[in-house]
């Protein structure tokens, strides 16, 4: 820690959320991080979601003391059953703490249990007892983070009057079913929010952003909207997903499908020849997809890997142009893109078989730059016209950044004196590639979160000084609600009241952690489960990450990460430097340092933990 916190206690009341190698508090003005070994339950234990007090000490070791739960977010708790002699105890997921069982089980066995208070003791009644099948992979997930599945019958009601879009609902629309529209999604996409067009002008570029007009079926109050409040977003798994809204109107009438008239939103942007927004238009519109294609159809075609036809092929060299431009002029005012990697499963036959990094093509790109256009477009509209809600992004903390300079310069890199998102961005530019990435989640680590929020603050990694989110109102609540503000104020109607907006971004806010947490851990579970059938198989790896307890380590043949810990090292006593993010051994002076290469196996996993342990070879 820096200087500054040096020895403060600090009691902070706040959402508690369980990272892979730390446990945080977020308040409404910070978020508080601290390594899970340096964590104190005392005799109490949370998880993901509940509202809870702690102390935080800030020392030359700092620690933390859970000293309260205030509110439990879920009634149900998933764990395994432990026997401590002749007692028995309920571990929850991802906490390592005991509660007293009221009764027996099978020791080992991963069950739901209620938890009940009885004066000043909590214990664990269990609830149900779960089979180890990858077939239940998908219900711990969504007990764990009471996940909503089913629709109530008033939803069901309401939808039976929602039906595909005829001409009583084309009035007052403009018809762009003549353009050539095509949306560019992944290849197993089944919600399309977005759709795009693009016009060569004198001058510029004319782009038209077509967005599904998810709100002229949800109507306010409605037992839809009310539903879609309380999910708030989308939950996506590597398998499946459980949508925001019911699949008739996420996965059809509301999704922008080929070859069939869709409402849509459209924002009409024309940019001169640098990229600079010169005229916008909003208005509701009448859209058909001519073409619904793929990520890797479009790369390929735009590198002649595929056969493509010629009229389309010309049609996507004019939008990569256009997004080009967009992009580079967004990087020149002073955008930030850590490089950070991301996974992807590979699934034969509707089993995993492999998870890959996900490929960085250019085709992502061009619909990043459209969307990230519309939404600006959008944010800087509203932005002198109306309270709405935005995506904010606020600046590091002057300690953060401190503290990142000083564990930067141990590990031998001059980070920039009081950085903005430029030099920052030149900064990750100028590492070494091998080490762009591991160097870049260092970096994350010293960054705020993004949200939502009513509150005029810019966006600090993108640059923007206002944004907003307006793009995908099919898997997105905060997206649905500024269509209808965006529609108010054009029409110049009565818009949501101050009161009305803040509940609906302190739900929002929640419910975006409770979906990331349940997304994370989904994965954790299907990347443990594919390795638990390579244990004592040899990986190549590279070191992330370090912590006082061992080291993650990225495996190169499959795109995993696994734990090693330091007592795994055999051949000597290794002492952890934090800042430098290096080991030493007393005897040897052998060095593992973050981007070292080793040779590893996995010789245990634990699925609902998401956890892979790993030791040299």
Not at 425 to 430: A, G, N, R
Not at 579 to 598: A, E, H, P
């Amino acid at each position: 820690m820096s200087k500054k916190n040096k020895s403060k206690r600090i009691y902070i009341k706040g959402l508690f959320k369980i990272e892979k190698t730390h446990y945080s508090i977020i308040t409404d003005k910070n978020t508080y991080s601290i390594e899970k070994e340096f964590f104190d339950f005392s005799d109490k234990f949370a998880q993901d979601s509940d509202e809870v007090e702690a102390l935080f000490i800030w020392a030359k070791h700092p620690k933390a003391k859970l000293l309260n739960v205030v509110k439990r977010y879920n009634e149900y708790v998933v764990g395994y059953i432990k026997k401590i002699n002749s007692n028995y105890f309920f571990e929850p997921l991802k906490t390592k703490f005991l509660v007293k069982l009221s009764g027996q089980a099978e020791e080992g066995k991963l069950v739901k249990a209620r938890i009940i208070q009885q004066k000043n003791t909590e214990f664990a009644k269990i609830v149900e007892v779960y089979s180890n099948s990858s077939l239940n992979d998908e219900l711990i997930v969504i007990d764990k983070y009471s996940l909503p599945t089913e629709f109530s019958p008033e939803v069901e009601k309401e939808l039976q009057s929602i039906n595909e879009p005829n001409e009583k609902d084309f009035i007052g629309r403009s018809d762009f079913r003549n353009l050539r529209t095509i949306t560019i999604d992944g290849a197993d996409a089944k919600d399309f929010d977005d759709a795009i067009d693009i016009e060569f002008l004198k001058n510029g570029y004319r782009l038209y952003v077509h967005i599904a007009d998810v709100s002229y079926y949800v109507k306010d109050n409605s037992a839809i909207e009310k539903s879609a409040f309380e999910r708030g977003f989308s939950v996506y798994f590597p398998q499946s997903n459980i949508p925001m809204l019911p699949r008739k109107l996420s996965d059809d009438i509301c999704s922008l499908v080929p070859d069939k008239d869709r409402l849509a939103f459209t924002v009409i942007i024309d940019f001169d020849k640098k990229g600079n927004r010169k005229s916008f238009k909003f208005t509701k519109s009448i859209i058909r997809n001519k073409n619904r294609l793929t990520y890797d159809f479009v790369e390929n075609c735009l590198n002649d890997l595929v056969d493509c036809e010629e009229n389309l092929k010309s049609y996507l060299q004019k939008m990569k142009i256009l997004a080009k431009i967009l992009r580079a002029r967004r990087f020149l005012k002073g955008s930030l893109d850590l490089d950070i990697k991301e996974a992807t499963f590979i699934i034969n036959n509707n089993e995993i078989v492999n998870v890959i990094q996900k490929p960085r093509l250019f085709s992502y790109s061009i619909i990043e730059e459209f969307m990230l256009a519309a939404n600006k477009t959008v944010a800087d509209y509203l932005n002198n016209k109306t309270i709405f809600l935005r995506r904010i992004h606020e600046k590091p903390q002057i300690t953060k950044l401190m503290d990142l300079s000083n564990q930067l310069k141990e590990m031998g890199y001059a980070f920039p004196k009081k950085p903005n998102a430029k030099k920052m961005q030149k900064f990750i530019w100028s590492i070494e590639e091998t080490k762009r990435s591991i160097i870049s989640k260092i970096i994350l680590k010293s960054m705020e979160r993004a949200e939502y929020s009513l509150e005029e603050i810019p966006h600090f990694a993108l640059g923007f000084e206002n944004y907003t989110h307006f793009t995908s109102p099919i898997r997105r609540f905060p997206d649905l609600i500024v269509h209808k503000i965006l529609q108010a104020t054009l029409l110049n109607k009565k818009n949501y009241s101050h009161k009305r907006l803040e509940s609906i971004v302190k739900q929002v806010q929640k419910r975006e952690l409770i979906t990331e947490a349940a997304e994370y851990f989904a994965k954790d579970i299907k990347q443990a489960r594919l390795i638990e059938k390579y244990i004592g198989k040899i990986f190549n790896g590279t070191i992330v990450y370090m912590i006082g307890s061992g080291m993650f380590i990225e495996l190169k043949e499959m795109f995993v990460e696994g734990f090693l810990s330091y007592s795994a090292l055999k051949d000597d006593f290794y002492t952890f430097f934090d800042q430098k993010q290096m080991i030493i051994g007393r005897k040897t002076k052998k060095i593992f340092r973050l981007g070292d290469s080793i040779k590893v196996k996995p010789i245990k996993v634990d699925i609902y933990e998401g956890k892979i342990d790993l030791e040299p070879v």
